[in-house]
């Protein structure tokens, strides 16, 4: 099969895990496979529960985090989707007949390893959606499993994964946010002035209802902020923000919904702080464009080593309690801004070779 001929199917899920089939879709093209991608794994009853959990109780995902890794459960977890999804990954993968399959959701896993025992897949990379919280779930031992940093994969071994079938690659972020942005021109475009620091807000993909907290207490600690908040799919979210920023604050404020890879990371280059989540797409992203983080939540369980992360490369501060957040925000009236650490930046630099990494990795797989 010439190169010009070569197929990859990246097959996706909701939200995060879009982001990185994005991300795997966009450099295997530039290797020249001809990329098919595909969300078959989707909204289901288990998502809709996981985004009310995610936005209102993101503590008590700790005990069905547990619960998932239990041999029982993931058996059954893993039935469900082979039932579920399973016989139309089938039909894709016999339709597509690609050389190449890249995945970034465990609901995919069982499926394929099925077809590769039955010879109806060849070459594949599972792209571990977590740099801490792996699960057996999100592995494969069929697959090449990619991992953020030696940590990750030493995680991944513990799960029987032999050593040859792990390739650390750093992170897969979308190529917007590794660009350089006229910051002046999205300040003007925005209506934001350069006397004021800028702080960016955003409570996830699915926004965490935690964002209404913040806003409060920024608005009673400095009403005239400039601020950038990102609702995300959580419209009543965004419909609260805007009503509320109207009467709570002096400074300019931009509210959106969901917005695109490359608005987020305009929105992130001109600002001087970001409030976020600790979802590990949010997190490189920000690093990516040199923002400090604040987290104000994360997802107990699937996200704690999340926080791990934000300690040992010195991303910035954990205030996650209101009363925590409160200090943070009364101490940074002094300095206006955290500083990004020379740990933080030697990350940004790792990540910026991510992209050269993959490569690598597929046409390792040519080879």
């Known amino acids: 099969m010439g190169k010009e001929s070569r197929r990859a199917l990246v097959l996706g899920g909701p939200e995060g895990h879009r982001s990185l089939a994005d991300a795997f879709a966009h450099y295997s093209a530039e ?12 909204q289901s009853f288990f998502w809709e529960l996981y985004k009310i959990i995610y936005r209102l109780a993101p503590s008590f995902f700790s005990l069905l985090f547990k619960l998932g ?91 029987g994964i032999p050593k040859k079938q792990i390739e650390i690659i750093g992170w897969p972020v979308r190529q917007a946010f590794l660009k350089e942005f006229d910051k002046n021109k999205i300040r003007e475009k925005l209506g934001f002035g350069t006397d004021l620091p800028t702080w960016f807000v955003c409570g996830g993909s699915e926004g965490s209802n935690k964002v209404k907290r913040l806003i409060k207490i920024l608005a009673k600690v400095n009403p005239h902020i400039q601020l950038i908040i990102v609702a995300g799919n959580n419209h009543q979210l965004e419909e609260w923000a805007r009503e509320k920023s109207k009467v709570l604050f002096r400074a300019k404020v931009k509210i959106t919904g969901f917005v695109s890879a490359e608005e987020m990371a305009q929105f992130l280059s001109i600002s001087n702080l970001a409030f976020i989540k600790a979802g590990p797409n949010s997190i490189f992203e920000a690093v990516l464009q040199g923002v400090p983080l604040v987290i104000i939540s994360h997802i107990s369980g699937q996200e704690d080593g999340n926080l791990e992360v934000v300690k040992n490369y010195n991303l910035g501060i954990i205030a996650e309690k209101q009363d925590e957040l409160k200090e943070l925000v009364l101490n940074l009236l002094d300095r206006e801004t955290l500083t990004f650490s020379p740990q933080a930046n030697r990350l940004k630099e790792d990540l910026s070779e991510t992209p050269n990494k993959i490569r690598q990795l597929l046409g390792s797989l040519n080879q």
């Open 31 to 42: 290797e020249g496979y001809d990329v098919i991608r595909k969300d078959i794994v989707n």
């Open 69 to 159: 890794g239990l041999p029982l459960v993931v058996t059954a977890i893993e039935t469900y989707t082979l039932l579920r999804y399973g016989p139309q990954i089938r039909e894709v993968l016999r339709s597509a007949q690609p050389e190449l399959v890249i995945t970034t959701h465990w609901g995919y896993l069982r499926t394929l390893e099925k077809a590769l025992a039955e010879g109806e897949l060849h070459k594949w990379v599972n792209v571990v959606p977590d740099p801490r919280g792996v699960h057996p779930l999100t592995v494969s031992t069929g697959a090449i499993n990619t991992a953020f940093d030696s940590e990750t994969a030493r995680i991944i071994e513990q799960f």
